[in-house]
């Protein structure tokens, strides 16, 4: 193989490697931001410690360094998986500390039975909610469809309800002055 070739490779090899340790690092990061997230929600230490201890050590000083090794660097072991660490954590209790709660769709939540309404519907009384002051959950936005936590649409939907039960289709009506003393 020609050294052309070579540095062809290497190059190539050294752009895998770079978008490697970027992904790294941004799995890292977003790795902080939930334990702080957790933290901050009030997570039982714990279970924290939990999931924290499964983690694989990178610490850049503890590697040897690239272009050899010498004889007095022992090789790398991954550390030993502490004893509590292998208790199991409840599937929902992971599912919620690395996504956060469950989203879904409109349809979704019409399938699960958390709205009553189907999608139509929903965005309808949707516009009629932001016209009468009524807060609209946000969700968020995947793939253009916006998604919703089961709190934010039941929250909504007890909101919405409320205001249902007003004449008038939920705006609150004061009788006309003169239509009041013939009443009487």
Known sequence: MEW???LMDLADAVRVRNSKVAALRNAG?????????AIDAGAPSTALAK???ALEPTLAQDRPHVCGQ???VPPLRPAPVPPQATESIP????EQFFHGPRRYSLAEAFEEGILRWKPATVRTYFKRSRERDIPVPEGVTEGGTAQ???????????????QAGLPNGGR????KTGQAADRT
């Open 70 to 72: 010498g004889p007095v």
């Open 91 to 94: 599937a929902d209790v992971m």
């Open 4 to 6: 052309t070739q070579l």
């Open 29 to 37: 990061a977003r790795v902080s931001e939930l334990a702080a997230q």
């Open 148 to 162: 919703y936590t089961e709190d934010e649409l039941t929250t909504w939907v007890q909101a919405w309800e409320e």
């Open 172 to 175: 609150p009506t004061e009788p």
């Open 51 to 53: 999931v924290l201890a």
